[in-house]
């Protein structure tokens, strides 16, 4: 049942696959289909869920459709605004639902989340092309069922890529027979499915709502003329114009860089894990020269772990992007140079590829196109030297292992300029984040005249997942499209660290 006060916004949104009375003419071939929903609706909330067919190419007429699943989460108004919120998720590869029993869980959080904003407008979430429940399918479970194998004692590397090679081989096979390839998956064509989506549901402008990759989709539709948009917020920013394999030594030595400055200013922190930053480096040097076998996790989820130096700086970036975790790095760092490794261990992230939460052929196709294959190896080179020893995460890299194989297409050199637009925009980034710095937020908007940029100085990667104020700020700039001045004004308190 619908309740009554969202009558009018359930029958709008209903027959959207029609232009509305007076409206300018939308992409006619986005056709939106209702459907069940896929989760459970909370008494006293409506959505209307169903499918949006987007064309396969649009550089070739009749080339067929994949249907992207919508779910549109209706507003508590009795009038919505006429430009709902239109959320763009991170990854590349990630679904805003989750998948299987983990959708009800998450769902949950959206309905909370989104609350705020669907005081005035709906609330639009879909799966991108090829993620989650959206055609195509091009998850790869070889991956996710060679990295989740027990193993009693660490591989080394070479058995390890000899392994990821012959499941990425079959999965790329799949892909190909499938009559799929690396050209139907990139950030413009995303960018064209979403704008489809809104036409489908009769929205002629949208605010959008983007998170970590989902920011450049962002702002590839920002860079689209037309004024489909009215606001964006972009939360931890990655603007077209970076490149994250030529950075990632300067995104980690910039992450640690703020944590010992900021242990150095704290008298606690300082006074409880002295010359921090030279006992963590000595160990480094020495977890690098002699790797240290352990064993992580219990029962079923139990699986051996070399830490190496290069592990240790990765298992340190994993705890500052969660934000939460920042005031406990210091303590954890300590507790390793100590030789107790449990906590860092924790943290360490597996070496091996595939992550059964993403579309991996999708991730794939998008990374290798415009990160992996157009990574200059000499400006990498460098970076590694200039910024060691955090060089050393690209010792092993991924990234290179797959896009050797992978049938991906090739990025527009105009796809790497970057946006300017006259759009009112709200960015967000925590100080901590070594995905996305607050660097890059500046980057961005240095051509986004109407822009205005929040940092959170204890935040990580996903500000709005752990700062209150984040999302309130969100919320009123899509409601105002401005802020006040004095806009969250504990943002730039520093973190205060944990004590032994």
């Not at 959505?47 to 550089?59: Q, S, Y």
């Not at 055609?135 to 990295?147: A, I």
């Not at 970076?242 to 150095?264: K, T, Y």
């Amino acid at each position: 049942m619908v309740p009554a006060a969202r009558a009018t916004a359930f029958a709008v949104v209903a027959v959207a696959a029609a232009a509305l009375p007076g409206a300018s003419p939308l992409r006619a071939e986005a056709r939106f289909t209702p459907g069940p929903c896929w989760f459970t609706v909370p008494d006293g909330e409506a959505a209307l869920c169903g499918t949006v067919a987007v064309p396969e190419r649009r550089d070739r007429a009749g080339s067929g459709h994949f249907r992207l699943p919508v779910a549109v989460l209706l507003s508590s108004a009795r009038q919505p605004a006429a430009d709902p919120v239109l959320f763009l998720e991170g990854g590349p590869g990630a679904s805003p639902f989750g998948g299987g029993e983990a959708t009800e869980e998450k769902m949950e959080v959206w309905w909370e989340l989104s609350a705020p904003f669907r005081r005035t407008r709906n609330v639009i979430l879909f799966d991108p092309r090829g993620v989650g429940r959206a055609e195509p399918d091009t998850d790869c479970p070889e991956l996710d069922s060679v990295g989740a194998s027990p193993r009693a004692r660490p591989v080394t590397r070479e058995q390890r890529a000899q392994a990821e090679r012959a499941a990425v081989t079959t999965c790329v096979n799949r892909f190909k027979a499938m009559g799929l390839d690396g050209g139907l998956f990139s950030t413009p064509i995303a960018a064209d499915d979403a704008l489809d989506i809104a036409s489908a549901l009769g929205a002629q402008r949208v605010n959008l709502f983007a998170v970590s990759y989902g920011t450049r989709v962002a702002l590839e539709i920002l860079r689209r003329p037309g004024g489909r948009v009215r606001s964006a917020v972009l939360d931890s920013v990655y603007p077209p114009d970076v490149n994250a394999q030529e950075d990632a030594p300067w995104l980690a030595h910039r992450a640690f860089r703020r944590l010992f400055d900021d242990c150095a200013t704290n008298r606690a922190c300082r006074a409880a894990y002295p010359d921090l930053e030279k006992r963590f480096l000595a160990l480094v040097e020495r977890l690098n020269a002699t790797p240290v076998d352990l064993v992580v996790g219990e029962f079923e989820s139990r699986r051996a772990l070399r830490l190496s130096g290069a592990s240790l700086i990765a298992a340190g970036l994993e705890a500052m992007a969660t934000g939460e975790a920042v005031p406990s790095v210091p303590a954890m760092l300590d507790r390793a140079i100590r030789g107790r490794y449990d906590a860092v261990a924790e943290w360490a992230p597996t070496s091996w590829l595939g992550d059964p939460d993403t579309a991996d052929g999708l991730a794939f196709s998008t990374e290798c196109r415009e990160t992996v294959n157009p990574t200059d190896p000499v400006k990498q080179a460098e970076s590694a030297r200039r910024y060691s020893p955090y060089g050393s995460i690209l010792a092993d890299d991924p990234g290179q292992r797959v896009c050797r194989l992978w049938p991906a297409g090739q990025q527009e050199p105009s796809e790497r300029l970057p946006v300017a637009s006259p759009v009112p925009v709200l960015l967000l980034s925590g100080a901590y984040d070594p995905v996305t710095p607050p660097d890059w937020g500046d980057r961005a908007a240095a051509t986004l005249p109407k822009s205005r940029h929040l940092v959170f100085r204890s935040a990580g990667h996903l500000v709005t997942a752990t700062e209150e104020c984040a999302i309130t700020a969100a919320v009123t700039f899509i409601d105002s499209e401005t802020l006040p001045a004095n806009a969250c004004p504990a943002a730039g308190k520093p973190p205060s660290f944990d004590r032994p």
